[in-house]
């Protein structure tokens, strides 16, 4: 995953934290609060006056989408039958997420390389230096946002990091419907943000000169922040032009269907899910790149000892508690014939990588590895409750190596 840097590079800092306070409430998300839907709230005694018969679904302006039911006029005029065309129209949202994860990767832009996920309510609203959190981004400057907006990141119900397609990261907080967003946007303005426009989208936008109070350095993360307040939703990069993807309406990366088929791992309270070159790690580039070609070339002969490590397109990494040294992943490939071949090589892959870094061999285990139609799925014991976290920032997960 070799973006995966690029949103946790604050991860071993905040680890130093290990006293830091956390003061914060568990909220749960509600999640009809996530996407909105395009409908059309039509009146009973309208529809009446313009039809004599009809079937009708009455498609509430906020909430969740449902299938269109078209109207079946007995008798109408042309001008009826106009009226009817624009009351008729099927709502296009997309289909209820059935998790908080499910619902980050509707959100994410569908050219998205990577997402970070953390279900901050399953985490007790908090962060220390034994998290097992992927998603974090914020969290190192929670106890200023604190004081001076009057949130703190970790008092989302879920937060998504998201890497976009030009390396622009942007950070997803989606808030429970007690947390009064209006008065966090009232505290942005009083430390010099100003409402601005970009691409139709309303945005809080910091001023053009940066604080030289280091109380403010939560500014540099916080360029422009989006606020919806009807879906408890804030949106924040140091860009609007990074914001804006979030915002829209256009394909998301949770319709990928090689992320989609990644479903089949579970449930995950924190996970990262990568695609494409994000996806498979090169071998070549480990250690940026700069690996001797006599070390790369002997490395390379280890990894094609264990068997086949051909390409992938998607994979998730996750954890399915906040506590424990548990952990789940799964690879889509090409086809289930990939998969299968894919096992034993992978499977053993993780020392081969722990040996490489000086990691201790038993850092990350497979203990299972099945196929399941194109995807892989590892089931994965590590030695430490934050492994996997520090894996995918470091790159050193083993079993997403592509030769």
């Known amino acids: 995953m070799s973006q995966a840097a690029a949103h946790v590079s604050g991860l071993d800092s905040r680890r130093a934290r290990e006293h830091s306070h956390s003061i914060n409430e568990y909220v749960d998300v509600q999640p009809q609060h996530l996407i909105p839907r395009r409908g059309v709230v039509a009146s009973w005694s309208a529809v009446l006056r313009m039809v004599r018969w009809s079937t009708l679904v009455r498609m509430p302006a906020t909430g969740w989408g449902t299938v269109c039911r078209v109207f079946r006029a007995v008798a109408a005029t042309t001008l009826i039958l106009a009226s009817l065309a624009s009351l008729t129209a099927c709502d296009s949202s997309k289909p209820k997420p059935n998790s908080g994860l499910a619902a980050a990767l509707a959100l994410a832009p569908q050219n998205a390389t990577l997402v970070l996920f953390t279900d901050w309510a399953a985490f007790g609203h908090k962060d220390h230096a034994q998290t097992r959190a992927f998603a974090g981004s914020l969290a190192n400057y929670d106890l200023l946002l604190g004081d001076a907006l009057g949130f ?62 280091p109380n403010k350095t939560w500014e540099i993360s916080l360029g422009a922040v989006a606020i919806d307040s009807k879906r408890h939703l804030m949106v924040a990069a140091g860009a609007p032009d990074a914001v804006n993807p979030i915002l829209g309406n256009g394909p998301s990366l949770g319709e990928r269907a090689d992320v989609k088929a990644l479903g089949r791992v579970g449930p995950l309270v924190s996970a990262a899910v990568s695609v494409g070159k994000s996806a498979c790690q090169p071998l070549a580039q480990l250690s940026g790149g700069r690996m001797p070609p006599a070390t790369l070339q002997q490395l390379r002969q280890r990894f094609t000892a264990l068997g086949t490590l051909s390409p992938f397109t998607a994979d998730i990494v996750g954890v399915p508690a906040a506590a424990g040294t548990t952990g789940l992943a799964a690879l889509t490939f090409a086809d289930a014939g990939a998969a299968r071949a894919n096992a034993k090589a992978r499977a053993a892959a993780p020392p081969v990588m722990s040996a490489m870094i000086g990691a201790q061999p038993d850092a990350i285990k497979v203990t299972s590895a099945s196929a399941s139609g194109p995807v892989l799925k590892l089931a994965l014991q590590t030695s430490r409750p934050p492994v996997l976290p520090e894996a995918v920032a470091n790159r050193s997960l083993g079993f997403d190596v592509c030769l």
């Open 152 to 213: 703190r990141s970790t008092d989302a119900a879920w937060e998504a990091d998201v890497t976009s397609a030009s390396g622009a990261p942007v950070t997803i907080l989606q808030f429970d419907d007690k947390t009064d967003l209006g008065a966090v946007e009232a505290k942005f303005v009083a430390q010099g943000y100003h409402k601005s426009s970009s691409d139709g989208h309303d945005m809080l936008v910091r001023p053009a000169q940066l604080s030289a109070d």
